[in-house]
């Protein structure tokens, strides 16, 4: 009999918990947390200054919240993969932007993580090309080599004040 009530009691105060949203089981969690991710992904990015306007990436619709997905790998490592739409399909700094983002996360994110960033696919005319060319570590490392550039980029990732 006492097993008995143990065990409703038990079952009554997780649905409880449940219900009031302070207890969630592992998988039923998963979701919010990758979510949350997200959004701390975007919160560090949004105010990247474009390279040649005054505005930031989010002002201009360069990144959005729908563009940043985050999911788990193990237990301590998540992916993220951002896709970032030029303003113009032809737009001359895709790469640079690209650099922007890359520099930003590496930086900034608090958890670790491997980094994907794409051009949104049909938005620009060398997406193919850019998209491998802002994933590939040596080529990141190389343009960062350049003072001319490196300043660019640090201009755009500075937080505003």
Not at 5 to 11: M, N
Not at 42 to 70: A, Q
Not at 129 to 148: G, L, T
Request: glycine share 4%; with cysteine.
């Amino acid at each position: 009999m006492m097993k008995r009530v143990s065990g409703l009691l038990s079952w009554t105060l997780s649905r409880v918990l449940w219900l009031s949203g302070l207890f969630e089981r592992g998988a039923d969690r998963q979701p919010r947390i990758m979510e949350e991710k997200a959004l701390e992904v975007y919160d560090l990015i949004r105010t990247i200054r474009d390279p040649e306007k005054p505005n930031t990436l989010e002002e201009l619709e360069v990144v959005t919240e729908s563009c940043v997905e985050v999911q788990e790998i193990n237990e301590e490592d998540y992916l993220v993969i951002i896709r970032f739409t030029p303003t113009v399909p032809h737009c001359s700094l895709a790469t640079l932007i690209g650099l922007c983002l890359r520099v930003k996360l590496q930086r900034c994110l608090p958890f670790k993580h491997k980094l994907e960033i794409y051009i949104s696919e049909g938005t620009h005319s060398t997406e193919e090309d850019i998209n491998k060319q802002i994933n590939d570590k040596e080529r990141v490392a190389a343009a960062m080599e350049n003072p001319n550039l490196r300043e660019i980029v640090e201009q755009c990732v500075l937080e505003p004040d």
